[in-house]
Structures are given as C-alpha cells and as structure tokens.
C-alpha cells in the first residue's frame, strides 16, 4: 500500500484542530498538530486553519515563524492548505471590527466582512478545480462570513505566460466573495471542509491524494 502522507496541522494556540486533524485522517492522511517550525517544514502537507480571529492568530504565527515556513514550501513547491482564518491570513490585510490586522500576504486583496450571513454557502464549482470539480451547487460550512470579495492576482494575469491560471471558486447566488483558491501549492478555503458533510470530506480527500510523500533521503534540509 502507497505510504500516507505526513501532514502538519500548526497548532497556533487560538484554535481546537481535533475535528480537523480527525477529519484529514479520515482523509487518508498521517496527521500530527504541532507548532514545531521543523517539522511543519518538512511534512508533505501543512494546514493553516482555525476560526480565531486573525488578530489573535497572526501574532502566534510570526512566534512561530510561520510566515518563513509558508515562504520556504511555496518556494519549493510544497502544499499548503489555509482554512477560515488561515485563508484569511493568506491575504495582505483583514479586516475585523475596523481594525486592520496584517496578513502574510501571499496573495493580494483585503478580507472583510461579506453580505451572505455566516452558516452554509453552496459553490459554483469549475471543471478544471482539483478540489470541487463535480461539487457545483454542494454547500459548505461558512462559519464566519469573512473572506474577500475580488481576486486581485488575476487582474494582473499575464496573457503569454505558461503558468497555470489560479483557480478561483464563488458562491452560487448573488453575492460575490472567494470561497477558496486552487494556486499551486498553495489551496485556501474561506469555508470549514471538516463540518461540511460529505462534500468537505471529497475536497479533504482531494488534497491529501494530490500530496507525494517525501523519502526520509529526499526530505528538505
């Protein structure tokens, strides 16, 4: 049997991961939650999630140098998957109360308040999405209706480049706002796959099916 994959779930400290963790063993995966900068390095999927605020989880991830550990897996073309707030975080501002906390800035674009109220959002879901590609119409948990409402980066998409175009996923109805990002390694989700039902469940099988376990010889230094 092919060996499971590693993935790190970083315990921030602002959040409970034991439904999550749960879930992406259900998944498939080998999980371990730990704020160990090591090992979030070299596992062969991290999760960033929570539904903290980013003003209390920003603080911790620098702490813990987060912001290198993500840098340092995107530059080798690692996954990194950001859930509810650690999408959020992903972005350069959000927006909470008025207040404006810094994010790691991985993407462009703030995050702040949506009209749809918090609870389920159903997705239009593109074909060519690795994650939600049959969902179209599944709805989602959406805890906090937080997320941002453009997505700057393919504004500025370069027309002759060989680059994959980011995938970008919305909601259904009328009100417009990123439900999650497909973007090499790095996939983000403004909604909670492990309390979504069976739909989050695919997208979480999804992602650990697409991670290639590293042989301790190849693991990065």
Same mark, same amino acid.
């Given at each position: ?37 090591? %090992? ?23 702490? +813990? ?11 080798? @073309? ?13 972005? %350069?501002?959000?927006? =909470? ?5 810094? @994010? ?15 609870? =389920? ?12 590609? @049959? ?14 409402? %453009? ?23 009328? =009100? ?7 973007? @090499? ?8 796959? =492990? ?18 376990? +590293? ?7």
């Amino acid at each position: 049997m092919p060996a499971q994959p590693l993935v790190v779930v970083l315990d921030h400290g602002a959040d409970d991961h034991g439904p999550l963790a749960q879930a992406l063993t259900t998944a498939g995966a080998r999980v371990e939650v730990t704020a160990d900068k090591r %090992t979030a390095l070299v596992a062969d999927g991290l999760v960033i999630a929570g539904r903290a605020r980013a003003a209390d989880v920003m603080p911790a991830l620098r702490r +813990l140098g987060a912001d290198q550990v993500v840098d340092r897996r995107l530059a080798g @073309g690692r996954a990194v998957l950001a859930i509810g707030v650690g999408m959020h975080v992903m972005f %350069t501002d959000v927006v =909470e109360d008025g207040a404006v906390t810094e @994010g790691l800035g991985e993407w462009a674009g703030v995050v702040d308040s949506v009209g749809t109220p918090p609870g =389920e959002v159903a997705v239009q879901a593109p074909s060519r999405s690795a994650l939600f590609d @049959g969902l179209d119409g599944a709805r989602f948990h959406l805890p906090d209706a937080r997320a941002p409402r %453009t997505f700057p980066l393919l504004d500025d998409w370069p027309a002759d480049t060989r680059l994959v175009v980011p995938v970008v996923i919305w909601p259904s109805g009328d =009100e417009r706002f990123v439900v999650a990002v497909e973007n @090499g390694p790095l996939v983000a989700l403004a909604v909670h796959p =492990e309390s979504s039902g069976e739909a989050g469940a695919t997208v979480l099988a999804r992602w650990v099916s697409s991670l290639s376990p +590293l042989a301790p010889s190849t693991s990065p230094e």
